[in-house]
T-cell receptor
Framework: EPEVTQTPSHQVTQMGQEVILRCVPI?????FYWYRQILGQKVEFLVS????????KSEIFDDQFSVERPDGSNFTLKIRSTKLEDSAMYFCASGWGGNIEQFFGPGTRLTVL | AQRVTQPEKLLSVFKGAPVELKCNYS??????LFWYVQYSRQRLQLLLRHISRESIKGFTADLNKGETSFHLKKPFAQEEDSAMYYCALSGRSGGSNYKLTFGKGTLLTVNP
C-alpha cells in the first residue's frame, strides 16, 4: 500500500540556520499539507497546497516558511532562519482531494539548538 | 473559527471494559469529523469518519450536532487499542482544500 514518506526522520540544526524538510506524497494525490506538533501540544495546520500554489496558510506560516513542489513528486517545507520555537515534529500529508482522508507521513523531528 | 476539544488527556481502562473518548467541536458550518489514531512509533492514521458511519476495529462514533460532539466508543477494549487518539474537524479552507483542526489527543491505555 502506498505511503507518504518523509526525510530526514530527525534533523538537528543551529538557530538561524536554514532547513528543508522533504516529503514524497502518494503519487496520484493532488492536495498536500504540512502540519506540526510541538512536544506536548496539539497537531497544528501550517499550510495547504494545490495546483502548484498555496491554498491556505496559518498564522504560524510566516515569511520564514515556504513550500515547494519542485519536481512533481517531492513536496518540501523550508524554514529560512530557524528559531528555538520551531522545534517540533513536522508532518506532511496528502489526499486525493477536498474533504477526503488525508494520509500522513511518519514525521520529521526538528530540533533547533 | 474551528475548534476541537478533547477533555481527557489520559484514559486508562481494563481489558474488556467499555471505553468512551470524548470530543466536542465548534464550527459555524457543516463539519466533517474524523478520529485519527497513532499507535506507538507509528504514523497518524485515519480510524473513522462520521460520514461513512462504519465501525472500525469495533469503534464507532456518532455525530451529535445538538451537543456538538463526536465521541468515540468501543464496548470491549482490547490491549492493542492502547494508542493516542485524535479527534479532528475538517472545514473548507482556501480553494478546495480542507485543513484538519485537531484536538489535543487522548492517550488510551488498556490494562490486562
Amino acid at each position: 500500500e502506498p505511503e507518504v514518506t518523509q526525510t530526514p526522520s530527525h534533523q538537528v540544526t543551529q538557530m538561524g540556520q536554514e532547513v528543508i524538510l522533504r516529503c514524497v506524497p502518494i503519487s496520484n494525490h493532488l492536495y498536500f499539507y504540512w502540519y506540526r506538533q510541538i512536544l506536548g501540544q496539539k497537531v497544528e495546520f501550517l499550510v495547504s497546497f494545490y495546483n502548484n500554489e498555496i491554498s491556505e496558510k496559518s498564522e504560524i506560516f510566516d515569511d520564514q516558511f515556504s513550500v515547494e513542489r519542485p519536481d512533481g513528486s517531492n513536496f518540501t517545507l523550508k524554514i529560512r532562519s530557524t528559531k528555538l520555537e520551531d522545534s517540533a515534529m513536522y508532518f506532511c500529508a496528502s489526499g486525493w482531494g477536498g474533504n477526503i482522508e488525508q494520509f500522513f507521513g511518519p514525521g520529521t523531528r526538528l530540533t533547533v539548538l | 473559527a474551528q475548534r476541537v476539544t478533547q477533555p481527557e488527556k489520559l484514559l486508562s481502562v481494563f481489558k474488556g471494559a467499555p471505553v468512551e473518548l470524548k470530543c466536542n467541536y465548534s464550527y459555524s458550518g457543516s463539519p466533517e469529523l474524523f478520529w485519527y489514531v497513532q499507535y506507538s512509533r507509528q504514523r497518524l492514521q485515519l480510524l473513522l469518519r462520521h460520514i461513512s458511519r462504519e465501525s472500525i476495529k469495533g469503534f464507532t462514533a456518532d455525530l451529535n450536532k445538538g451537543e456538538t460532539s463526536f465521541h468515540l466508543k468501543k464496548p470491549f477494549a482490547q490491549e492493542e487499542d492502547s494508542a493516542m487518539y485524535y479527534c479532528a474537524l475538517s472545514g473548507r479552507s482556501g480553494g478546495s482544500n480542507y485543513k484538519l483542526t485537531f484536538g489535543k489527543g487522548t492517550l488510551l491505555t488498556v490494562n490486562p
